[in-house]
């Protein structure tokens, strides 16, 4: 089976709509043919100040989802980065062959020390992508599912094998990026030409997966449109309205096309009160099983902690061949 990885920050309670259609609904259906490994990026997540309690809670509410949106973690290797050590290990490895200049170029990079200032832009926040590298190439990775905004993060990996392979010898695979271009970046629905983010100024335009109903609704009905008035999917001049009927094409697995039949001649209000049934029919039971998950903390982390084992064991193999091959002395 191709190897696949995958991640996702536990920076928030809950994962957004954009996390669930950009990643997770295609994490679930890869999982079927591929040898998955799904991780919970806790060192990432600290590249901006944590509060310790609610990290600890974030990361078991992200396995939850994770587990709840459909990812079985006895078919995939879903697990927390910090308990696998390897992955700091071999960052710190790929920080040294990777130029300052290159890492500069990293465009989140650029606009997450923009957004929380110069004084508050850490060292961990400039080697964000090389750890991501790390994550990636411990695993011998074929495919790399994500949304569009991770694309370069894969671009730079893909790098840094190249890089490390010709100069001590063939080590990584070298990974693919596998972007899903339709749903590759949802939009905010208060703002819809900037990606919805967990990380938003206003949560307005914001779908948690685990907001009420009520909250949902709220926010779906109040998302921006335009005054044209027509159900017509054109991204240029009508994104809100194209946004909701990506969001609703996917979950409804119909496609934009007989939306747009279905909603020709009627109103955004239609509209949005049949998105608003589609996302309440997808997200209530996801709730409904994270509420029992996390019900069950000690269970969670025990399959959070033989998975971690299992990841361990193809990591560690990684690192041992690339700590041989850059000449550092067996510990015997
Ligand atoms: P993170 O936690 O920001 O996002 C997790 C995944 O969700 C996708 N995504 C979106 N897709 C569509 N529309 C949106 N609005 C949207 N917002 C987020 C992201 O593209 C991502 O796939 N650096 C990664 C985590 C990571 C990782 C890895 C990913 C760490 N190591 C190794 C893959 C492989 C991140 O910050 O994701």
Redesign the pocket.
Known sequence: LTRL?????P?AES??I??Y????LNWKTLQQTHDAFF?I?DL?AITVAQDPAKLRLNTRRTAAQYIAAGIDPSASTLYV?SHVPAHAQLAWVLNTITGFGEASRMT?FKDKSARHGADATTVGLFA?PT??AA??LLYQTSV???????RQ??ELTRDLALRFNSRFGETFTIPEVAIVKE?????DLQNPTS????SAESHAGVIWLLDEPGVTKKKIMRAVTDADGGVVFDRENKPGVANLLTIYSVLASQSIESLENEYAGRGYGDLKKGLVEVVLGTFDPIRERVAELIGDPAELDRVLASNAAKASDVANETLATVYDRVGFLPLR
Do not use: F, R, W
């Open positions: 990885y995958s991640g996702m920050q920076s994962l957004q954009g996390n259609i950009g990643a997770l991780s990026v990432h980065q989140q964000y750890l991501m994550d990636i790399v599912p994500v949304g569009e905004d991770q993060h894969v749903t590759a970046k949802i939009y990606k919805m983010s967990k």
